[in-house]
Structure formats: structure tokens, C-alpha cells
């Protein structure tokens, strides 16, 4: 696996010294914005950094990020994704089509990458040039990921600040809009 994809664009509405900007029309595909973008209209480089790790977890499993539900324990492609990593179990996250052929522990160094892009907090998300050296290295020791952000499943409106409240938003956040 050669990591070709490092621009979703946000990036480059940055000028010179400018390393966060803010915006009240927020675009862009739900799913794949940072969880700061989407909530407060605040972006960086680290926008971009989040799209990157959901992109990569998207490829490993062969699934979408948007629309994908587990049912069994009620969380989205980025929550399940956690789960198995915790559990140690991240090799099941491998698209089946895949094929035998592949280097599990290339896989397991792209999922662990791909978790730690998709950080709740930004400042907690790799550089992109730190990203790419993560990938191009087997000898680089990588930290541990932290929970992603927004890794809920599905809410209703009676649950939505408490579920909010493990993806490191709290209510208080939600109604200060």
C-alpha cells in the first residue's frame, strides 16, 4: 500500500502564516469532515488530516464511512473501527476481497495511522509529512491512538448530547451555538 492522497482541499483556502480559519457555510460530504469543521466551522490543515484517516479506513474495510452502521454494538465504521484496535482485534477490519496476499502488519501500521488522523482534537492528529513518513517506515514507532472523533453510531434526539459527550463535545457545547 503506497499512500497517494494528502489534499481534500480545505487546506489550500489557507494564506500564508494561516493555520485556522473559520466559516459559517460549512460544504463539504458529512462523514468525512472533522468533527470541528462540521460542528463549529472551524478548519486546518488537520481538517484535511481527518478526511485522510477516514479515506484510509474506508479502503481497509471496503466500506463507506457514511452509511455504515453496526448494528450488534451500535457504532459507525470510525467506532467499530476503535472497538476491534481495542480489542486487538483490528485484522478483522480487512476487506475480504483483499485477497490472502497481504502484509497484516502493513495493514495493522494503516489502521493505527488512520486512527490517529481521525482524533478528536486536532492538535492531537499528525502533520501530514509525519503521516507519510508513519506509512513509509517499518521502523518507525508509532504512538497509540486516542478515541476518534464523532465515532457514534446512530442517536436519537433524546440520546444526542449524551452520545456526543464520548466523542470529547459535551452539551453545554451543542447549545452554546
Avoid at 485556522?20 to 484535511?48: C, H, L, N, R
Avoid at 502533520?127 to 472523533?149: F, H, I, Q, R, W
Wanted: proline share 4%; with cysteine; glycine share 10%.
Amino acid at each position: 500500500m503506497i499512500p497517494k492522497i494528502s489534499d481534500f482541499g480545505i487546506a489550500r483556502m489557507f494564506g500564508g502564516d494561516q493555520t485556522t480559519a473559520y466559516t459559517t457555510k460549512v460544504i463539504g460530504t458529512y462523514g468525512y469532515m472533522s468533527p470541528e469543521y462540521a460542528m463549529d466551522g472551524v478548519f486546518s490543515m488537520k481538517s484535511d488530516i481527518y478526511s485522510f484517516g477516514v479515506l484510509v479506513l474506508e479502503i481497509i474495510t471496503g466500506k463507506k464511512n457514511r452509511g455504515f452502521y453496526d448494528d450488534e454494538h451500535d457504532l459507525s465504521l470510525l467506532g467499530y473501527s476503535w472497538k476491534l484496535w481495542k480489542e486487538g482485534r483490528s485484522a478483522d477490519l480487512l476487506d475480504e476481497a483483499m485477497g490472502g496476499s497481504i502484509d497484516y502488519n502493513v495493514v495493522l501500521r494503516c489502521i493505527q495511522v488512520a486512527l490517529l488522523c481521525v482524533e478528536v482534537h486536532p492538535k492531537n492528529r499528525p502533520l501530514m509529512s509525519l503521516v507519510v513518513m508513519m506509512l513509509s517506515s517499518e521502523n518507525a514507532t508509532l504512538p497509540e491512538p486516542n478515541e476518534p472523533g464523532v465515532n457514534i453510531g446512530k442517536s436519537t434526539d433524546t440520546d444526542y448530547s449524551q452520545t456526543l459527550t464520548g466523542t470529547g463535545f459535551t452539551g453545554d457545547a451543542m447549545n452554546d451555538r
